[in-house]
T-cell receptor, first 113, second 113 residues
Framework: NAGVTQTPKFQVLKTGQSMTLQCAQD?????MYWYRQDPGMGLRLIYY???????DKGEVPNGYNVSRLNKREFSLRLESAAPSQTSVYFC????????????FGDGTRLSIL | AQSVTQLDSQVPVFEEAPVELRCNYS??????LFWYVQYPNQGLQLLLK??????LVKGINGFEAEFNKSQTSFHLRKPSVHISDTAEYFC???????????FGTGTLLAVQP
């Protein structure tokens, strides 16, 4: 079972470059999420999609855009990367009810020089 | 608004000793509580969850947690830890109308031989 698959696993960008992080889930989940993880700060929600066709801002949306391409796929785009966006990015999915756990991918480690 | 506090950023412990990782939450609505584990360079895996019913919840790898509504706590315990338990542990809460998870900042459990 693949679960939640993120690509790429590692990426180095220069300031100002753009990039799209891809996420796909094979569990037929309704909701999908993008987080960033920084030392000492836990996971912070960037954007989420409660269901296909909807997206909403999370705690730290500035500098990012998202697309819920279909029920399986949810991409995160950095239009003009900044060093402050150096982080580990995690995608997650869930059935969508608040008593259901989220399932996480293995992360994308992004460095911006 | 909901919040989660994990007061201990690191907990060193010797192998085969008991351990408790503390988690306190704040919420104005009924909550669902989760503990996740993150091994190095991996995503988060669900350890256990409290939805309702018995306040003592058992999870994978011998971990358990107790929901205490009056203390607004959900501490994680294991009676005897192994080297392989070395990882970062995150407490999370959800509830109300949203299906978003709010994470604590994490506790690094460092098991020493």
């Amino acid at each position: 079972n693949a679960g939640v698959t993120q690509t790429p696993k590692f990426q180095v960008l220069k300031t100002g470059q753009s990039m799209t992080l891809q996420c796909a889930q094979d569990m037929n989940h309704n909701s999908m999420y993008w987080y960033r993880q920084d030392p000492g700060m836990g996971l912070r929600l960037i954007y989420y999609s409660a269901s296909e066709g909807t997206t909403d801002k999370g705690e730290v949306p500035n500098g990012y855009n998202v697309s819920r391409l279909n029920k399986r796929e949810f991409s995160l785009r950095l239009e003009s990367a900044a060093p402050s966006q150096t982080s580990v990015y995690f995608c997650a999915s869930s059935e969508g009810r608040n008593n259901q756990p989220q399932h996480f991918g293995d992360g994308t480690r992004l460095s911006i020089l | 608004a909901q919040s989660v506090t994990q007061l201990d950023s690191q907990v060193p412990v010797f192998e085969e000793a008991p351990v408790e990782l503390r988690c306190n939450y704040s919420s104005s609505v009924s909550v669902y509580l989760f503990w996740y584990v993150q091994y190095p360079n991996q995503g988060l895996q669900l350890l256990l969850k409290y939805l309702s019913g018995s306040t003592l919840v058992k999870g994978i790898n011998g971990f358990e947690a107790e929901f205490n509504k009056s203390q607004t706590s959900f501490h994680l315990r294991k009676p005897s830890v192994h080297i392989s338990d070395t990882a970062e542990y995150f407490c999370a809460v959800s509830g109300g109308a949203t299906n978003k998870l709010i994470f604590g900042t994490g506790t690094l459990l460092a098991v020493q031989p």
